[in-house]
């Protein structure tokens, strides 16, 4: 690794240095593609942010892909409801790795207003690991470039070797989660437990 | 549009044998509605929709309703023999109203621009499957309704021509609109339970034998 106070000094006199890693994360982290689909209200905040007010294609985020093979992101955009929660969680497992998920809303993060129904997902966490929560209901424009801009830093601060090395570059974390089964009285299982590790009960 | 009284009548007279109800509504709507008896619900719907008068050719929504079992408490005054004399005496008396599955139609006529007219289908009971005859081959706009409360409250529709679930899961087997249905046991950590949450934050307590008693440890 070069001496960042070196590298700088070089800059100045003209002589650009930079390392696989940097070159590497830059050119992902501006080429994020999204796949397209909504699932409920949040979808239209995030047309919004990809047309031409919000402009998600200042970020390299505009390119929304209508598969999963071509997706390198995927914005959990609405409620997710138990009778969707299996599709989507195949639609991530198509996904070809390293594979991003940004839980827009209050739906996709718990539930939100649904939450205890018998019909809506609390919270897509429970199937898929996710990488920006974003509250809100529905959060704004804003918010999903926030957590666009968030992913990027991740991004970029994701190492290629090393100990600290990133989570899709080691060989034992998998890249497909299993899909769950439609039970008699909800989702079988209703959470995997893998990827999902709510806090323990306490008494109050 | 005409009363609903003079609609019930031409209807009985128009189909023979057909025995049509007027439910009354207390409520600030003020607005009754026609009880349909099973063996002519088809009948009489075909009626409203094609007699020339009515012409309710729309079907704007089909809702159900679960209805519990009820006593309603009345007091009456009745009079009685007290001593030898006669006088007036407040009673309370009790009548039984068996609960029953309900589906309302609301109906509107395109042509004559009036309505909604408010047709009501009871169940027998509250059993799982009971039947009613389905309005769909008249108002062909109520396939999908019918079919949504058959999925949440369980209403079989005899004569509907693809009745299946359409909101849950086909392997689901509860209907999770009907008031006895209990929610699978799901809860999970709430930052500050209250009120029914904090109940059911109870029920998942680690146990703790030693001080709440002998009964709670496990027996060797």
Redo the contacts between chains.
């Keep these: 690794m070069i001496d960042e106070s070196l590298k700088g000094e070089l800059q100045k006199q003209g002589i650009w240095v930079t390392s696989m890693q940097e070159l590497y994360n830059w050119g992902r982290k501006n080429s994020i593609w999204p796949l397209q689909f909504g699932l409920a209200c949040c979808a239209i905040e995030m047309i919004a942010t990809a047309a031409s007010r919000y402009d998600l294609a200042r970020f390299g985020g505009e390119v929304f892909r209508p598969s999963p093979r071509q997706a390198d992101l995927m914005i959990v955009a609405g409620t997710v409801t138990?009778?969707m929660a299996p599709q989507i969680v195949r639609l991530y497992n198509q996904m070809p790795d390293p594979k991003y998920v940004i839980s827009m809303g209050a739906c996709a993060i718990s539930g939100g207003p649904f939450k205890?129904g018998?019909?809506v997902l609390?919270g897509i966490d429970r199937y898929i690991p996710v990488d920006v929560y974003i509250p809100g209901c529905p959060p704004r424009p804003e918010a999903l470039l926030h957590a666009f801009m968030e992913l990027q830093r991740k991004i970029d601060g994701q190492k290629l070797s090393g100990a600290s090395q990133a989570e899709f570059l080691k060989e034992n974390t998998p890249s497909e989660y299993p899909v769950p089964a439609?039970?008699?009285?909800?989702l079988e299982p209703?959470a995997n437990l893998d990827v999902f590790h709510?806090?323990?009960?306490?008494?109050? | 549009m005409e009363s609903i009284e003079e609609m019930k009548a031409r209807a009985e007279q128009a189909i023979s044998g057909a025995r049509l109800e007027i439910v009354p509504n207390p409520g600030p709507a003020g607005q009754p509605s026609l009880l349909l008896d099973h063996e002519h619900a088809f009948a009489v719907a075909n009626f409203l929709r094609a007699d020339p008068a009515l012409r309710l050719d729309y079907c704007s929504n089909v809702t159900g309703v679960d209805w519990l079992d009820r006593t309603v408490k009345k007091k009456v005054k009745v009079k009685k023999l007290v001593d030898g004399v006669e006088k007036e005496i407040e009673e309370t008396q009790e009548e039984f109203f068996p609960g029953y599955l309900e589906a309302v139609y609301h109906v509107y006529s395109i042509e004559h621009k009036h309505g909604p007219v408010v047709v009501r289908l009871r169940t027998r009971d509250r059993a799982e499957g009971a039947p009613l005859p389905s309005l769909t081959p008249v108002w062909r706009s109520a396939e999908f309704q019918e079919r949504e409360i058959y999925d949440l409250y369980g209403i079989h529709f005899e004569g509907h021509p693809d009745l299946r679930r359409i909101?849950?899961?086909?392997?689901?087997?509860?209907f999770?609109m009907r008031k006895d249905?209990r929610?699978?046991d799901?809860?999970?950590?709430e930052p500050t339970?209250h009120d029914e949450v904090?109940e059911k934050?109870k029920q998942?307590?680690?146990p703790r034998p030693a001080e709440d008693g002998a009964e709670h440890l496990a027996a060797d």
Excluded: V
Excluded at chain 2, 186 to 189: I, N
């Design positions: 138990k009778k205890q018998y019909n609390k439609f039970g008699a009285h909800d209703p709510p806090p323990a009960i306490e008494r109050a | 909101l849950m899961w086909d392997e689901f087997t509860d999770p249905y929610e699978p799901d809860y999970e950590y339970p904090l934050a998942h307590y680690a």
